[in-house]
């Protein structure tokens, strides 16, 4: 998954910067999985989600959560998934870049050069545990083509490999579902997204999210 957002400059320590782009993760063991993905959803069901909707960082107007879940409840419920991820063992991968940078040269632009250091880090952590790794994304907006083409850049990425690895731990070519069907995707949505925020200027839920999501985070900037 891949976000996008302008940085506020309302913090005069930080330096200034441009649009963001941003990616990254859950890298879970797959014993985990299934007992996360009943955590998460057992954490929906008791705070009240309407069967099948999704949790997210910035929720759409009209959804449950952005009416009914809001302040206090919503910081809460944050704390609560990032609770849930830490006690199984996930780690959180979260890259960003100014999109106003140049990119390396054997990337034509700042998603193929994210997408690259995203199946970097997956191979790294996966080889660090000694088993191969399954990247399951939600996906791309743009409808089918979009889809294909990210995809496709992805074969590349595992067949060619990036300027410093062969991705040898890597299984098989990323999988793209629908994020509303699994929670762990919506975790890893709320996980980038409050990562970004908080990055760029954000003053409201992201500090104090950012804050438990560092134990389980690496960030690479």
């Not at 976000?3 to 941003?22: C, E, I, V, W, Y």
């Not at 919503?74 to 106003?100: P, Q």
């Not at 490999?161 to 629908?178: C, E, Q, S």
Request: proline share 5%; charged share 25%; glycine share 8%.
């Amino acid at each position: 998954m891949l976000f996008r957002s302008d940085s506020k400059q309302n913090n005069p320590t930080r330096p200034r910067m441009g649009p963001l782009l941003a990616t990254g993760g859950l890298f879970i063991a797959g014993d985990d999985l299934a007992s996360l993905e009943r955590s998460l959803e057992g954490l929906c069901h008791r705070v009240g989600f309407p069967a099948n909707e999704e949790f997210k960082w910035s929720p759409r107007r009209g959804s449950w959560m952005h009416h009914e879940l809001v302040e206090g409840a919503r910081r809460e419920f944050f704390a609560e998934v990032l609770g849930i991820c830490s006690k199984h063992h996930a780690t959180a991968v979260i890259i960003l870049t100014d999109s106003t940078y140049r990119t390396p040269s054997d990337c034509a632009n700042h998603e193929i050069f994210m997408t690259k250091m995203l199946i970097e880090r997956v191979n790294i952590l996966a080889d660090a545990k000694g088993f191969d790794a399954v990247i399951i994304t939600d996906r791309p907006g743009g409808g089918l083509p979009t889809e294909k083409k990210f995809l496709a850049e992805c074969f590349e990425t595992l067949k060619n490999g990036t300027r410093f690895i062969m991705p040898k731990r890597i299984a098989v070519n990323p999988i793209a579902t629908d994020s509303h069907l699994i929670r762990a995707l919506q975790a890893a949505d709320l996980i980038v997204s409050c990562t970004t925020a908080f990055v760029s200027g954000q003053t409201t839920l992201a500090p104090e999210t950012f804050e438990i999501l560092k134990q389980i985070g690496r960030a690479h900037v």
